[in-house]
């Protein structure tokens, strides 16, 4: 059985009062077990925002690396199909420059759930597009967030907007 957009944001709110990010996982693990609630395209898409929710279907391009970035909220990404590789980071208080703490892969199916504190690197290791559902727990395109070059180990400000037609654009 399909569960629509619109029963999804619902239950997800309801989550989202409680405080309840179990609960805000489990959503995501089941949503991703169907089709995507938008269909397939070459961009990512906003599918909600409200100043304690956002909801994302991302399309990665394969090949694709980001920088290591925060998100200074909790965030939940289901993989509806691909593989979504992470590397996590923590800033190093001595230096302020970012330490390599861990990995994983994301593949079809399976949920990763992010801290308010975590940052991550994401990449695409496939030859086919990384699909995947972003739950976050504030409005996305309105954090003050960070992104850092690994080479320089500068940090600056890392934003996300949208074009006219509700795509995603950094």
Partial sequence: ?????????????????????????????????????VPQSGSSQLLHSEPGLTVLHTTVNPGFVSPPHDHRTWAVI?????????????????????????????????????????????ANPLADKLIALHVYGRNIFEIERSAWDL????????KLTLDSRGRVRP
């Fill in 78 to 122: 289901g993989v509806y199909g691909g593989q979504e590789d992470n590397t996590f980071y923590r800033l190093s208080p001595e230096t302020r420059r970012l330490e390599q703490i861990g990995r994983r892969s994301v593949h079809y199916g399976e949920v990763l759930t992010l801290g308010v504190d975590a940052i991550h690197q994401i």
């Fill in 151 to 158: 080479v320089s180990g500068l940090e600056r400000p890392f």
């Fill in 1 to 37: 059985m399909c569960i629509s957009l619109n029963v999804f944001l619902k239950e997800l709110r309801q989550a989202v009062r409680d405080d309840d990010l179990a609960a805000v996982t489990n959503l995501v693990r089941a949503a991703i077990r169907e089709p995507p609630f």
